[in-house]
T-cell receptor
Framework: SQQGEEDPQALSIQEGENATMNCSYKTSINNLQWYRQNSGRGLVHLILIRSNEREKHSGRLRVTLDTSKKSSSLLITASRAADTASYFCAPGQNFVFGPGTRLSVLP | EAQVTQNPRYLITVTGKKLTVTCSQNMNHEYMSWYRQDPGLGLRQIYYSMNVEVTDKGDVPEGYKVSRKEKRNFPLILESPSPNQTSLYFC?????????????FGSGTRLTVV
């Protein structure tokens, strides 16, 4: 089972700025999911993008998927302090999670 | 409310004393899974179950047991806990075909073994 590798490991931005985090994986997938985890809490499913989709939106979230490069990105626009969390990608059906990206949004 | 309920939330125990962490979901999901989360290592799958009486090992099953006698419940059993099992544990469930829903996670159990 493959694990997504999130990049960067940590990201610190000011409120109102956009935050971009990336995920790379190794083998072909049918879909890829992004999750958020607030400190010490369970992961919350954010969005799923299928292999035949290149971009998907949900509120302030924009996810892209480039199957040729085996990579995905998560963009959070107009970030808020409440977006401070760790973000994880899970490529494919096996739901293997990497170390995640720790996002800090400073007021 | 659709949810995965884990108990207890916090647990401190001594080496060798058997313990059980309970997990229950109310969404009629076939697939349930246990993860442990350690700093810098992400979430690692311990065991999973695709339906009643069907369980299988994940990536780090040593020292753990599970059972799936009913669809809603998936307890995690540590027969003889050791300090290296100190971790944050999560139970999660989803439909067998993930579709667009992904996992629903429990709130976590922080276990300390002294």
């Amino acid at each position: 089972s493959q694990q997504g590798e999130e990049d960067p490991q940590a990201l610190s931005i000011q409120e109102g700025e956009n935050a971009t985090m990336n995920c790379s994986y190794k083998t072909s997938i049918n879909n890829l999911q992004w999750y958020r985890q607030n400190s010490g809490r369970g992961l919350v499913h954010l969005i799923l993008i299928r292999s035949n989709e290149r971009e998907k939106h949900s509120g302030r979230l924009r996810v892209t998927l480039d199957t040729s490069k085996k990579s995905s990105s998560l963009l959070i626009t107009a970030s808020r302090a409440a977006d401070t969390a760790s973000y994880f990608c899970a490529p494919g059906q096996n739901f293997v999670f990497g170390p995640g990206t720790r996002l800090s949004v400073l007021p | 409310e659709a949810q995965v309920t884990q108990n207890p939330r916090y647990l401190i125990t001594v080496t060798g004393k058997k313990l059980t962490v309970t997990c229950s979901q109310n969404m009629n999901h076939e697939y349930m899974s246990w993860y442990r989360q350690d700093p810098g290592l992400g979430l690692r799958q311990i065991y999973y179950s695709m339906n009643v009486e069907v369980t299988d090992k994940g990536d780090v099953p040593e020292g753990y047991k599970v059972s799936r006698k009913e669809k809603r419940n998936f307890p995690l059993i540590l027969e003889s806990p050791s300090p290296n099992q100190t971790s944050l544990y999560f139970c999660a469930s989803r439909p067998l075909q993930a579709g667009s829903h992904g996992y629903t996670f429990g709130s976590g159990t922080r276990l300390t073994v002294v």
